[in-house]
């Protein structure tokens, strides 16, 4: 049978890739009060079907889009929220639309990031690595991505939404922030080469390794 080609995904994680939150439940309690989620989808652990005003928190671009929010027919696509962690360490989230990341110093494109991602996930997760553009040091995990890749602990996943398709509105981030203790949240996209469950191990590349 052959693979489906992946739509790509809304990612959602708070900024600081090194931050834990640590009450996943209030997480969800909160997604479910703010109509942004609807319970489990059935029978599949850690998946959640979205809520009536998923439309009001995620803000797609573009004229009437076509947003299947249940499941349909066997192996149809639909639009849902997944979890991935936490993790001990940071992960790293980048697909076929993940673009070179830029240094903090000189805002230069690291072209070759993926062997600097290679080295330094080889090495201890604290590890620097040198801009080759002004000889920045800086962790990878801060590169900015330019919202086509992200680290973190704890990913919420939208299924089936293209790169750029959609953007979270103000008061998804707002909320989010208030049941993580004011940490600040933000968002990428990641688009992979098929169509995967929401295990990020084959797609992720673990900080910590």
């Known amino acids: 049978m052959s693979q489906r080609l992946h739509t790509g995904r809304l990612v959602l994680t708070p900024k600081d890739p090194g931050y834990l939150p640590n009450d996943l439940a209030a997480i969800l309690e909160k997604l479910q009060s703010i ?22 928190l995620v803000t797609f671009l573009g004229c009437s889009p076509s947003i299947q929010l ?5 192996d149809e696509s639909y639009c849902y929220l997944a979890i991935a962690g936490p993790y001990q360490s940071p992960h790293l989230l980048y697909g076929k639309n993940s673009t070179p990341p830029r240094c903090e110093s000189c805002r ?7 062997t600097v991602i ?7 997760p604290n590890c620097l690595t040198t801009c080759p553009h002004c000889g920045h040091q800086q962790n990878p995990i801060s590169y900015d991505w330019r919202q086509s890749a992200g680290s973190g602990r704890l990913f919420l996943l939208i299924e089936n939404i293209f ?3 959609a953007i979270p509105a103000p008061a998804l981030l707002d909320q989010l922030c208030k049941a993580t203790g004011n940490q600040p949240w933000h968002y990428f996209y990641q688009q992979e080469e098929y169509q995967t469950p929401p295990s990020i191990e084959a797609e992720s590349e673990n900080m910590n390794a």
Request: without cysteine.
């Open 35 to 56: 109509g942004l989620i609807n319970g489990e989808v059935p029978g599949e652990a850690s998946r959640y079907l979205l809520g009536d005003r998923f439309m009001q």
């Open 163 to 165: 790169p750029q398709e």
């Open 70 to 74: 249940e499941p349909g027919e066997a």
């Open 118 to 124: 290679k080295i330094w996930r080889d090495s201890t």
């Open 108 to 114: 230069k494109r690291i072209t070759d990031w993926r």
